[in-house]
């Protein structure tokens, strides 16, 4: 894979959009809602907004340095050995990001429609079409992920509008029961997974084209904003189905469809939100392999990162099947861990390479001429 391999605008922002929803849209809506309540919406709006500041850095940062990727930037901005240093702990979260994706379609599997299967069975399988897919290259992806993901977004808005009969807006009330902490619990919660992963789409945006890179920021902002809306429609549907419970039952939207059932013409529909939390778990999987066997790639100088592909995924497939003995300390490490690492593994870095890159401009700028 290298920068030969372009891919439009359009379809970046539509990668960047699975890889923002992903399983993101079928996992948040319970954990969010037990931390924050009645106030959950407010909570997602509040995280898409740290988001947006986050994906403007990473927008600044390609303006200033264009056809770079992150890795490339900081060690043209900070030099090799301190971006190294700072990759160490950006590649441990990559790591367990993917793995974290892949452990969690197994819970799912596990716990809904596929109780007999071995669990090992299902991340093998997993891993296998991601690492294919990442394989084939992001122009290959960007096609296959258009199609997948306006399906999903497609059947998760056919099942909220099937579920309204189910409505009652009076659960939404009132807003803030217990004041702004929860909020703010909710806030970090639905930062951390996914608003703060934003920053990884760093080392994608080389990859747009040169007569598209104008349109880029607008089609990326959407994107965002799009996302942002999607987990805002369904934690507000969340609640407003199933009420104080909503916090409490896993994989909300699931729950949701298995309340649609029309005179024995339409029932089981949950199968669709399983192929939603599928596809878009599969989606963002694979845009993290490609990302990660990237970012291996710039720090060991190697042209060609297709060959890392299957060992990471061999390696991730290792430490998911090893890496929690049990679901709790999984959704602990979800909810607790994973936003405080996001800020250190992948914000930190960022906003370092920023300081630095807008310090020297200034600098630059405040240079005067030299005399001729």
């Not at 439009?8 to 954990?31: D, E, K, R």
């Not at 959950?40 to 056809?67: K, T």
């Not at 902002?221 to 507000?236: D, H, M, P, R």
Request: net charge positive; charged share 10%.
């Amino acid at each position: 894979m290298n920068k030969t391999e372009t891919v439009s605008s359009f379809q970046m922002a539509m990668l960047f959009l699975a890889y923002g929803t992903g399983s993101a849209v079928i996992n948040i809506p319970a954990p969010l809602t037990g931390a924050a309540r009645n106030g959950a919406w407010i909570s997602v709006l509040l995280a898409c907004a740290a988001g947006m500041l986050l994906l403007a850095a990473c927008l600044y940062l390609f303006r200033v340095y264009p056809g770079l990727d992150f890795m490339e930037y900081s060690e043209q901005t900070m030099g090799r050995w301190l971006t190294v240093i700072l990759a160490i702990p950006y590649l441990c979260a990559v790591f367990w990001m993917l793995a974290a994706i892949v452990m969690d379609i197994g819970t799912f599997f596990k716990s809904t429609m596929m109780k007999q299967t071995s669990t090992d069975l299902i991340h093998t399988l997993f891993f296998l079409l991601a690492a294919l897919t990442a394989r084939a290259g992001i122009e290959v992806m960007a096609r296959m992920f258009v199609v997948l993901l306006l399906s999903m977004i497609g059947f998760i808005a056919i099942v909220l509008l099937m579920v309204s009969p189910h409505y009652h807006p009076y659960f939404l009330l009132p807003v803030m029961p217990d004041g702004i902490k929860p909020v703010l619990h909710g806030t970090y919660i639905a930062y951390g997974f996914p608003f703060a992963e934003v920053t990884l789409f760093a080392m994608m945006l080389p990859y747009v084209r040169n007569q598209d890179k104008h349109l880029q920021g607008k089609h990326m902002v959407l994107a965002l904003l799009v996302n942002g809306v999607t987990l805002l429609a369904s934690v507000v549907c969340s609640i407003m189905a199933e009420g104080p419970l909503a916090g409490h039952m896993k994989f909300s939207l699931f729950q949701l469809a298995r309340l649609i059932y029309i005179q024995e013409i339409f029932e089981r529909v949950e199968s669709v939100i399983g192929f939603s939390l599928i596809a878009g778990s599969y989606m963002k999987a694979t845009i993290v392999l490609f990302i990660l066997s990237k970012v291996f790639a710039r720090l060991a100088k190697m042209q060609d990162d297709r060959i890392l592909i299957f060992p990471i995924a061999l390696t991730c497939l290792l430490l998911s099947l090893t890496m929690y003995h049990n679901e709790t300390e999984f959704v602990e490490g979800v909810n607790v861990i994973w936003p405080l690492l996001n800020n250190v593994a992948f914000n930190v870095p960022l906003i370092l390479v920023l300081t630095v890159t807008i310090f020297k401009r200034k600098r630059r700028r405040g240079k005067p001429p030299s005399a001729a």
